[in-house]
């Protein structure tokens, strides 16, 4: 069992530009605003005007019906490994400690895969830019959350079909 004394630590660096574009959810913790059974979990990043990140995340519910969450991220220190995202509506964003903290604990080198959690060990993700990863990489990633302390009994594995959501799918 993994000594949950130990410290949660994002990345040293994190080339943000690499790290936009669209990535497949392979597995996470249980999320309050994320149902269960939902399917094809993908979350796109894109560089804002501003110098934010867009956070784009879509899914199927378990009926097949598209939903998507949209937020912005901003980097919390220069390694732009921490970031600190919101989903609130565009004009409660000021509002203070409204936004939760998400980090990228793990990523390899060629920016294939990704693990992403929370300092307090709540929220785990592990992101893939293909929608079936290799086993011994997911494997790798979901160690280094073990190592960190987080308690993956309740890990959920996001069923993927290979077809993200389509933005056609939403009516702006």
């Known amino acids: 069992m993994s000594d949950p004394n130990t410290q949660v630590r994002a990345v040293a660096e ?85 936004k939760g903290d998400y980090w990228v604990l793990a990523i390899t080198p060629d920016y294939e895969t990704a693990l992403v959690g929370t300092p307090d060990r709540h929220h785990l993700w592990v992101l893939a830019r293909t929608p079936n990863p290799h086993p011994e990489t997911v494997e790798g990633m979901l160690g280094t959350a073990r190592a960190m302390g987080f308690d993956l009994s309740k890990l959920i594995w996001t069923k993927q079909s290979g077809e993200a959501v389509p933005a056609s799918a939403f009516i702006d």
Request: hydrophobic content about 35%.
């Open 14 to 98: 994190l080339d943000l530009d690499r790290y936009l574009g669209t990535w497949f959810e392979i597995c996470r913790l249980p999320l309050k605003y994320e149902p269960a059974k939902a399917n094809d979990i993908t979350a796109t990043y894109s560089l804002n005007e501003d110098g934010t990140v867009r956070v784009e995340n879509r899914l199927r519910d378990e009926d097949g019906k598209p939903d998507r969450a949209i937020g912005q991220a901003q980097a919390a220190d220069a390694s732009n490994a921490k970031l600190k995202v919101s989903f609130l509506p565009e004009y409660l964003r000021w509002i203070p400690f409204t």
